[in-house]
């Protein structure tokens, strides 16, 4: 099966895998899509994250859907040509995280195509997938694969919104508007918030926000004084979803923020960054990180198979997984490119 693997440091092949053995309570999925991820950039443009280093051949990717092509025993729940949204989140369901209903912070996870633990975890972009039975959501027919494959991302932005707390009602900004930033523009506003303004130094993911119903998008590279408005007094939003581990957005988003206001912090950052200590202090303000998912990976396949949020607005292109270089080269333009796909026949 073609497998779109990394070798250290980083170079990119589309290469043949042995298909595995599908075992009990196993499934086995033609992978249609996966989306290629911040994480997966990382890998191929600098062979890891902070101290995380590819160390031996990893096939890539996490965010897939696909079709189910063969049921192991005992699995009633999934039938062959199931449409299926793949959960990648793999905890162990044993060690004492994952025992007090902390599966994100599982001691021994799996979570596709990992270099952080030794050996790597294998990811999902392969042509055949064998998972189990329990990470599939199965949906009906009339979203695509691409969107399906987007059940990832909105997790991640879900599982911020459970960190938040309520928004109904709230003044929610957003920094950073890549794929991240615009499924909880999405996200936001299914959960009732009554504005939501998005900051980017792009204009071209600003006006992907829009679409997925940002009331006002700032510029802050073309027009830094813009958010000056909501600085006036002592802030004006209650909530805000960081998603660009950018020092300067965090300090000007911070001040942004009223009193007893929430920070959730998605983005992760190259490096060490400054951190605002006293205008967490004088504004009394909750600082909250928010670090993958588990159980939300359920409602996102509901949320995106009935269409209730519908993201196909940051869909940019699919690729055939011949292409899957020219697919990274693509996916790391941001003026150009917001979600790219690769598809397997
Ligand atoms: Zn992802
Ligand atoms: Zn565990």
Redesign the pocket.
């Known amino acids: 099966m073609r497998s779109v693997v990394i070798h250290p440091p980083h170079e990119l092949r589309v290469e043949d895998r042995p298909l595995e053995k599908m075992g009990p309570g196993q499934v086995t999925v033609a992978v249609k899509a996966g989306?290629i991820?911040?994480?997966?950039m990382h890998y191929y443009r600098h062979g890891g994250f902070g101290t995380v280093r590819v160390r031996e051949p990893m096939i890539l990717g996490?965010?897939v859907a696909g079709e189910i092509v063969a049921v192991g025993e005992g699995v009633s729940a999934l039938q062959v040509d199931d449409r299926v949204a793949v959960n990648?989140s793999r905890p162990c369901r044993a060690c004492h995280y994952c025992l007090e209903g902390l599966p994100n912070h599982c001691e021994a996870m799996r979570f596709y195509g990992s270099a952080m633990p030794w050996p790597h975890i294998q990811g999902a972009f392969r042509e055949r997938l064998i998972c189990d039975a329990s990470q599939c959501e199965a949906v009906s027919a009339n979203v695509s694969y691409e969107e399906l494959a987007l059940c990832?991302?909105l997790s991640?932005v879900l599982h911020g919104v459970k960190r938040a707390g309520s928004l109904l009602q709230k003044r929610v900004l957003v920094t950073g508007s890549g794929?991240?930033g615009a499924v909880a523009v999405a996200a936001a506003r299914h959960f009732g918030a009554e504005e939501i303004v998005v900051t980017d130094v792009v204009p071209e993911p600003l006006a992907v926000a829009r679409r997925l119903g940002a009331d006002r998008t700032i510029d802050v590279a073309a027009n830094p004084d813009d958010l000056a408005v909501y600085v006036t007094g002592k802030g004006s939003f209650d909530v805000l979803f960081e998603c660009s581990g950018n020092e300067r957005a965090i300090r000007d988003a911070l001040v942004a923020l009223r009193p007893r206001g929430t920070v959730v912090q998605l983005g992760l950052a190259g490096n060490e960054v400054a951190f605002p200590l006293n205008l967490l202090v004088a504004k009394e303000l909750a600082l909250v990180g928010s670090f993958r998912f588990h159980e939300e990976f359920a409602l996102a396949a509901k949320l995106i198979g009935q269409r209730r949020i519908d993201l196909s607005a940051i869909l940019t292109r699919t690729y055939p997984v011949e292409q899957a270089v020219a697919a990274f080269e693509a996916a790391g333009d941001r003026r150009t490119a917001m979600k790219i796909h690769i598809a397997f026949a």
Request: overall charge negative; proline content about 23%; glycine content about 16%.
């Open positions: 989306g991820c911040g994480s997966d996490h965010e990648p990832e991302p991640v794929p991240i």
